[in-house]
């Protein structure tokens, strides 16, 4: 680990000694970056761009494998058991894993704009406020998890798997509330670009979990609850190795100790927070009402298994667009905050371009091994023709997500989330969804009805919104609104 010295005395952050990712530029630089060709300032914002999502892809991949080894652990101790840690983990913890996620994300424009306007005193508070709007708002979800059966049973669950998945969720409480300290923690670092750190992070925390996982289950025997406890362990350690860094010498102009202004100015950040909050839940929620629907079918078991399937593929795929959601809001709101609404759309265009080019080799990928996409789960011949057939929609799926998900990171770095709330409210919801009611039971399409009307109907829809509002954005304008952001926000200090 660096030295960290140095930085004191020079009041410059590591990052910005290194022209490969310094967030933002002085006005000369600005000037000069502006007067290189294209090629070479796509070079340069490729560049800055990778040092962010480059570490943020492992981590979230190393988040993700934590659920997937939890899983497989309990699928070896049986069926009951794989089902509960299974609806505990999609239901009970997913439910509010994205509003706490989408809540978190307020951090985004709050530190990554304030970052970019060097008020880096101003990032201490701001994550110790979200620390506080996010511990409040688990204890208000506490009732989820202490009657997850009751409200599993209401959903039509078996009643075995209901009442163990309530038993499990119990179990899990200690983790519902590390997402309150861990993702503020996230967004503070990932802010100032210091996501290697919580790449390394990561790793331990995963490695943890492996050893963790086989001590619990088959060394303690512990069953199912061994499984819990370990998700619980491994998901602290993460969050106390980013407490660490964070707050023991690896960030010495950002954190400055407890303060009693994190109290001031609550209620504003609470409104950014739940807007944001919003954004991401009706996102996150959108395919768990497909699945939802899709198991009301007539004969709905190889139709549940196969998108089941397919939205494993999918979920393994989306880290790559996550870890651009994030990198697209870090460097459009270091732009802005550094008042370059020029280099705000720039980033945006590297940010999406990358994307798409790394979401049609993966639309290449399906197209080609269509047929044998189910093979690494399942031997049925059944599911495999029924994957088969649904592989075109996740093609599609994937590349549509390799562009949605980006434009969602620039309006986060922007702080349009409660105009983006209303986007995918009105897509997702109030087109979307019907659409795929209609075209799966009206049309008697059933799932491939059902998924597409909600692809086409829900997500390229707001896809198409958010392009044309990011196309005719005034990025100079932003650029002031996010000045006058800053200082608004820093006079609650």
């Given at each position: 680990m660096p030295s960290y010295g140095t930085l004191e005395e020079t009041k410059v952050p590591l990052l910005e000694h290194l022209s490969s990712s310094s967030p933002v530029d002085s006005k000369d630089e600005q000037n000069n970056y502006e007067d290189q060709d294209f090629k070479t300032r796509f070079w340069i914002e490729s560049k800055k761009l990778w040092y962010i999502i480059g570490p943020a892809i492992f981590s979230r991949l190393a988040s993700y494998s934590m659920l997937v080894i939890t899983q497989s652990f309990a699928g070896h101790l049986g069926d009951l058991e794989l089902a509960a840690?299974?609806?505990?983990?999609?239901?009970?913890?997913?439910?509010?894993?994205?509003?706490?996620?989408?809540?978190?994300?307020?951090?985004?424009?709050?530190?990554?704009?304030?970052?970019?306007?060097?008020?880096?005193?101003?990032?201490?508070?701001?994550?110790?406020?979200?620390?506080?709007?996010?511990?409040?708002?688990?204890?208000?979800l506490l009732p989820l998890y202490l009657f997850a059966s009751p409200f599993l049973k209401v959903l039509g669950q078996p009643k075995d798997v209901a009442e163990l998945s309530g038993v499990v969720a119990m179990w899990m409480i200690p983790l519902h509330f590390s997402f309150a300290f861990q993702f503020p923690l996230q967004r503070f670092l990932q802010s100032q670009l210091k996501t290697m750190v919580i790449a390394w992070v990561s790793l331990v925390a995963l490695l943890v979990h492996i050893i963790v996982s086989w001590l619990f289950v088959y060394g303690m025997e512990l069953g199912v609850i061994g499984t819990a406890v370990t998700l619980n362990f491994s998901w602290w350690v993460l969050t106390i190795g980013?407490?660490?860094?964070?707050?023991?010498?690896?960030?010495?102009?950002?954190?400055?100790?407890?303060?009693?202004?994190?109290?001031?100015?609550?209620?504003?950040?609470?409104?950014?927070?739940?807007?944001?909050?919003?954004?991401?839940?009706?996102?996150?929620w959108y395919y768990r009402i497909l699945i939802l629907m899709t198991g009301n079918l007539k004969n709905a078991e190889i139709a549940v298994d196969a998108l089941s399937i397919c939205m494993a593929i999918n979920g393994w795929e989306m880290m790559i667009p996550f870890a651009f959601f994030?990198?697209?809001?870090?460097?459009?709101?270091?732009?802005?905050?550094?008042?370059?609404?020029?280099?705000?759309?720039?980033?945006?265009?590297?940010?999406?371009?990358?994307?798409?080019?790394?979401?049609?080799?993966?639309?290449?990928?399906?197209?080609?091994?269509?047929?044998?996409?189910?093979?690494?789960?399942?031997?049925?011949?059944?599911?495999?023709?029924?994957?088969?057939?649904?592989?075109?929609?996740?093609?599609?799926?994937?590349?549509?997500?390799?562009?949605?998900?980006?434009?969602?990171?620039?309006?986060?770095?922007?702080?349009?989330?409660?105009?983006?709330?209303?986007?995918?409210?009105?897509?997702?919801?109030?087109?979307?969804?019907?659409?795929?009611?209609?075209?799966?039971?009206?049309?008697?399409?059933?799932?491939?009805?059902?998924?597409?009307?909600?692809?086409?109907?829900?997500?390229?829809?707001?896809?198409?919104?958010?392009?044309?509002?990011?196309?005719?954005?005034?990025?100079?304008?932003?650029?002031?609104?996010?000045?006058?952001?800053?200082?608004?926000?820093?006079?609650?200090?």
């Open positions: 840690i299974s609806i505990s983990n999609n239901v009970i913890v997913g439910f509010d894993f994205g509003l706490l996620l989408g809540m978190a994300s307020a951090l985004e424009t709050l530190c990554g704009q304030a970052y970019g306007a060097k008020k880096y005193c101003m990032l201490g508070v701001y994550m110790q406020r979200s620390w506080i709007v996010l511990f409040l708002c688990c204890v208000l980013l407490f660490g860094y964070a707050c023991c010498g690896g960030c010495p102009l950002s954190w400055n100790g407890l303060s009693i202004e994190a109290f001031s100015g609550l209620w504003e950040f609470v409104k950014l927070s739940a807007a944001s909050g919003v954004m991401l839940c009706l996102e996150n994030a990198g697209a809001g870090v460097r459009v709101a270091n732009e802005l905050g550094a008042g370059n609404g020029k280099g705000a759309k720039f980033a945006t265009t590297v940010a999406v371009v990358t994307s798409v080019v790394i979401g049609l080799l993966f639309w290449l990928l399906i197209m080609i091994f269509h047929n044998e996409l189910a093979l690494i789960f399942t031997s049925s011949v059944p599911v495999l023709k029924a994957v088969n057939k649904l592989s075109i929609l996740l093609a599609f799926t994937i590349l549509l997500n390799s562009v949605q998900p980006i434009l969602s990171g620039v309006a986060v770095g922007s702080g349009w989330q409660s105009s983006v709330a209303y986007i995918n409210l009105g897509c997702y919801y109030l087109i979307g969804v019907p659409l795929g009611f209609v075209m799966g039971w009206g049309f008697q399409q059933g799932v491939m009805g059902i998924w597409a009307g909600m692809i086409f109907g829900g997500t390229a829809i707001q896809t198409l919104i958010l392009v044309i509002i990011t196309v005719r954005c005034d990025w100079d304008k932003e650029a002031e609104k996010a000045r006058l952001h800053v200082r608004k926000w820093s006079e609650t200090m």
